[in-house]
């Protein structure tokens, strides 16, 4: 199973996971989130560009207290990954493999126990999220919802203006942008989700579970958007369990199980040990 670009076993594959610097110029997040410093002689060039990743995690923990009597239950387990810039990514596993832990810290929304996740990105300003189950308001129109939060960005009004029509045109959302939320179906809801993870034209989006509840008509429009975030260059992670949906959109996974990641690798790496990906995912996670 294990290959050369494979992840197995605690602390294995943990060769990019070197000391990092925190970036001064962003002190609004959490200390375990870190953003690359680099010097500006090194900034914006296309060997500084191609060789950072969008996102690197090395060795996360995260322990939280349940019940009554507050046990200690170990979330993750020492979590290593990496993704490159312009990759879309598949973070695979079943229900409970901290998939989505993993997400919320990277973007700074917990604390790890201990670990780090690491961002190439000059700010979180640079990032688009999507949360698994995300709260709308619901008597706000399609419209009025991506100009609100085209606004928390200190968008200009004419830049504003532009953004929001240009991606109700691109989720197929122009009919229905005066709509108020409230009306919309499960689909224009995911689309409208996605949309406003993209209202700051990110260069990294996160998308936690965007297909599921989906039908086979919502998918299909999630994963073109997908597919041209990915030809417009932007890096894409996203958790799914609709793994026929991994295998045509990703070009690298990882699979969880038990709080940390047992394989990472390339989807053709994985083909090239099950007839499908569902089978190699269960050969994985059932290992």
């Not at 993704?83 to 919320?104: C, E, I, M, Q, Y």
């Not at 690491?118 to 189950?133: F, K, M, Q, R, T």
């Not at 532009?162 to 809801?189: C, F, I, Q, T």
Request: charged residues 25%; aromatic residues 6%.
């Amino acid at each position: 199973m294990v290959g050369p670009d494979t992840t197995t076993g605690p602390g294995a594959g943990r060769a990019g996971c070197g000391p990092l610097v925190a970036n001064p110029r962003w002190t609004g997040v959490r200390s375990s989130v870190i953003l690359y410093q680099v010097p500006n002689s090194q900034r914006d060039t296309p060997q500084h560009e191609g060789s950072r990743p969008a996102v690197l995690v090395c060795g996360l923990h995260k322990t939280v207290r349940v019940g009554f009597r507050g046990r200690r239950l170990e979330i993750l387990t020492g979590v290593d990954f990496e993704v490159r810039r312009g990759d879309v990514f598949g973070l695979l596993g079943p229900n409970g493999a901290g998939k989505t832990t993993s997400v919320k810290v990277i973007l700074g929304l917990m604390r790890p126990t201990s670990g780090s996740a690491s961002i190439g990105v000059d700010s979180l300003a640079d990032v688009g999220y999507l949360p698994e189950n995300p709260y709308f308001y619901d008597y706000l129109s399609g419209r009025e919802f991506l100009g609100f939060c085209a606004h928390l960005f200190a968008l200009d009004a004419d830049v504003r203006r532009e953004r929001v029509e240009g991606l109700l045109e691109e989720m197929g959302l122009v009919p229905a942008g005066d709509l108020h939320l409230r009306k919309y179906s499960k689909g224009m809801l995911q689309r409208i989700g996605i949309a406003q993870a993209l209202v700051n034209d990110p260069e990294l989006v996160l998308l936690d579970e965007p297909m599921t509840g989906l039908d086979p008509v919502g998918r299909v429009e999630v994963k073109r958007i997908i597919e041209k975030l990915h030809e417009r260059g932007k890096t894409v992670l996203f958790n799914s369990h609709i793994l026929s949906d991994v295998h045509e959109l990703c070009s690298r996974i990882a699979i969880m199980r038990e709080g940390r990641v047992i394989w990472q690798g390339t989807v053709p790496e994985a083909l090239a040990k099950a007839p499908t990906l569902e089978d190699f995912f269960m050969q994985v996670v059932q290992a």
